[in-house]
């Protein structure tokens, strides 16, 4: 029981590590988002939000 613990928790910090440390191999390590348009932004009224469309959650049975 002492020994499957200690395996599962070295399992774990070297899963932990596997995830946390970037990849070596690639020359960019975080990827670009896209540019945001700040002059596309518009801002709703409260009118305007109450006429957009609705959309209904798929039901359970499908």
């Known amino acids: ?22 990849d070596a191999t690639s020359s960019n390590a975080h990827q670009v988002l896209p540019e945001l348009h700040p002059e596309k932004v518009q801002l709703l009224s409260d009118q305007q939000v109450q006429e957009l469309p609705t959309v209904s959650a798929p039901s359970a049975s499908e």
Do not use: D, G
């Not at 029981?1 to 970037?22: S, V």
């Open 1 to 22: 029981m002492k020994r499957t613990t200690i395996l599962l928790i070295l399992l774990n910090i070297i899963i932990f590590a596997y995830f946390q440390w970037p």
